[in-house]
């Protein structure tokens, strides 16, 4: 159980730093348009209209979502390890269930094996 508290703890954090992560994103995004991202060309009114140069908007908007929803993703599976499966619930660790080493070979084995699925002698 994780009680309100670490709840809206884990939630806030959450909040925070997927604005951070948008904040980058779209600072990918933004920084491409600013920086020859755009091009100025002749609007129906005789104005000035900018007009997104697609070679440097299109990878420029790839990498902003990529870094908003990788990080996002990142960010929620962080938080969610840390505050909902602290204390030992959480899912099985894999590195706190080591192999079975075989006592003639040296393979590696699944835990709990009989025996050996290399050279097929008996585990202790
Ligand atoms: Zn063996």
């Known amino acids: 159980m994780v009680s309100w508290r670490e709840a809206f703890k884990g939630a806030l954090m ?10 980058a994103g779209l600072g990918v995004i933004v920084g491409a348009g600013l920086f020859g991202g755009l091009k100025l060309v002749e609007g129906p009114l005789g104005a000035k209209v ?3 140069r697609p070679e440097v908007m299109i990878p420029a908007a790839a990498v902003g979502i990529f870094i908003i929803s990788v990080g996002w993703m990142a960010t929620f599976y962080k938080i969610l390890s840390e505050t909902v499966m602290e ?3 959480g899912l099985p660790d894999a590195r706190t269930q080591p192999g079975l080493i075989c006592p003639l070979c040296g393979a590696e084995n699944q835990p709990g094996a009989k025996f050996c699925r290399n050279c097929g002698a008996a585990m202790k």
């Not at 959450?14 to 904040?23: G, R």
Request: hydrophobic share 50%; aromatic share 12%.
């Open 14 to 23: 959450t909040l925070l730093w997927s604005i951070a992560w948008i904040m």
């Open 50 to 52: 900018p007009q997104p």
């Open 87 to 89: 204390g030992g619930q």
